[in-house]
């Protein structure tokens, strides 16, 4: 899939902040191939603004209208990055006239969605949209709130050597500091360090900041929540519970083992593939997952048993 898809696929989940001091923008990148479409609804759920990316020679493909659909779902507003207008084959009415069909209406058009005809490789009208983003999130007049306990959503997560479980945060209200108490799904910690998307190391990350936070005890499963406790005790309850919720339903799994396996296929008895994924970091093992799971068919049913990040263990 990688080898046909022109510059590689943004595979894990990034994201940056631009801007002056006081203008900061967030974006959070999220792939565009078609595997990937539980990352575009947890995108569309952690951001305030999508900015819906369109190639002008290219138009409208599936991934396009399903990333409409979400953002229709989580009811957040659209700007249109009508991309790629250097190019010979770029049609930008074609697109204005095709996002008609999914009720996106451009100003152009009369309508109150903003567009904006740009080129990434040649950086034409760039400034252009983050005067969109800006004009747009002034409108919606959004705001946080710094002066409380942190509060966020996980984005990504992935096992680093010499780091152990390391997870990308984006603070959505309150302040994260070093040492804070967090739960996060069924994990809990204390922050030990926060970096930065360039590499550095700070003290606090305020509203909007996408951070790496290191002090998980394992992986948290990307669109958790992420949210500071005022101590230890509180903290492992809260994951007490949770994990405990969690364990009811892998129990209701049927378990089995690979020669019982081996057996029923070779009576020729409808089987189920039980499979185990491990993956750099949590979004590629979901497209794994949605991937596999669409290959069953009438003699062999695949299910997921397990999927996390890191290497195969023994436990597994």
Known sequence: IVAGESGGITQHIGAYQIG???????????????????MRARGAMTTD????????????????????????????????????????????????????TQ?????????????????????INLDKLEEAIL?????LNLKANPNRSAR?????????????????????????????????GSEWGKVKALIDDKGNNLKEAIPSSPVE???????????DDFIVVESESVARKIAEYRFNKIQIQKNKVVKSNVEEMFEQI???EISSLPIIIK?????????????????????????????????ITESD
């Open 20 to 38: 002056k001091e006081d203008k900061k923008i967030t974006f959070i990148d999220t792939p565009g191939h078609a595997a990937f479409s539980n």
């Open 135 to 139: 004009l747009q999130a002034d409108i």
């Open 103 to 123: 009720e996106i209406i451009v100003e152009k058009l009369s309508g109150e969605i903003l567009d904006v005809e740009v080129s990434a490789l040649k950086k």
């Open 266 to 268: 070779n009576q020729g």
């Open 152 to 184: 966020g959503a996980i984005i990504e997560s992935k096992l680093e050597k010499g780091r152990g479980s390391v997870a990308t945060v984006l603070v959505q209200k309150g302040t994260l500091k070093v040492s804070d108490i967090f739960v996060s």
């Open 279 to 311: 993956t750099d970091v949590q979004g590629s093992a979901e497209a794994i997952e949605n991937s596999v799971v669409k290959l069953s068919t009438s003699e062999v049913q695949v299910s997921v048993i397990h999927k996390g990040v890191g290497a």
């Open 213 to 223: 936070v290191l002090g998980f005890d394992s992986n948290p499963l990307a669109g």
């Open 49 to 100: 603004i999508i900015i819906l990316v369109v190639a002008a020679d290219d138009s409208l493909k599936p991934q396009t209208i399903e990333s409409i659909a979400h953002a229709k779902a989580a009811k957040v507003p659209i700007i249109v990055a009508i991309n790629k207008i250097d190019l010979p084959s770029a049609d930008v009415d074609k697109v204005r006239n095709d996002l008609l």
